[in-house]
């Protein structure tokens, strides 16, 4: 398996296989949550829903989960509109992972690491401190997945 990066259904399966994820996201799934975002979901985010389309123990959104950082029907934008320079980092991201106590996986769809992938951040929002980036998904999700942080610990390490 890539060490630095799963980008296939398989090693994503090798790295989160552990986890009790859901059943595959289908092509159709994935063309819905693209239509409905208005963009084209990275590769790294394809592949992993279309190994588990959403992984609830975790936090994972599923393709009907998917929302953007603005979006009016939940109020993490709103919530944190003071605190400008949160705002700036934040406020073109996708909501990948909302473990429902305050940890949030974000890509942000402006802004791409050296791999080409959407850039991705940690932020527990509350915890005073701003999102830690991480160079795409798979980077982030395997630091939340890695031994010292099991699934539901919810905190990067920093």
């Known amino acids: 398996m ?4 799963p980008s296939s259904t398989t090693e994503w399966r090798e790295h989160l296989g552990h986890l009790n994820g ?4 289908t092509e159709q799934e994935l063309q819905e949550a693209e239509d409905r975002l208005g963009t084209k979901l990275p590769e790294e985010l394809r592949s992993l829903l279309t190994f588990s389309n959403g992984l609830p ?3 994972l959104c599923s ?6 950082t603005r979006d009016p029907a939940y109020d993490l934008f709103d919530a944190w509109s003071s605190f400008e320079e949160v705002i700036e980092l934040i406020g073109k991201c996708l909501v990948v992972l909302d473990d429902g106590d305050g940890l949030f996986c974000l890509i942000d769809s402006t802004r791409t690491a050296d791999n080409g992938e959407w850039l991705a951040y940690a932020w527990a929002a509350g915890d005073g401190e701003d999102p830690r980036p991480f160079p795409g998904l798979s ?4 630091e939340l997945t890695a031994p010292h942080h099991p699934a ?3 905190r990067p390490s920093s």
């Open 63 to 68: 393709t009907t989960e998917l929302r953007w």
């Open 2 to 5: 890539n060490t630095m990066s």
């Open 152 to 154: 539901g610990s919810g």
């Open 139 to 142: 980077a982030l999700m395997k």
């Open 57 to 59: 123990g975790a936090g």
């Open 22 to 25: 859901g059943p595959p996201a």
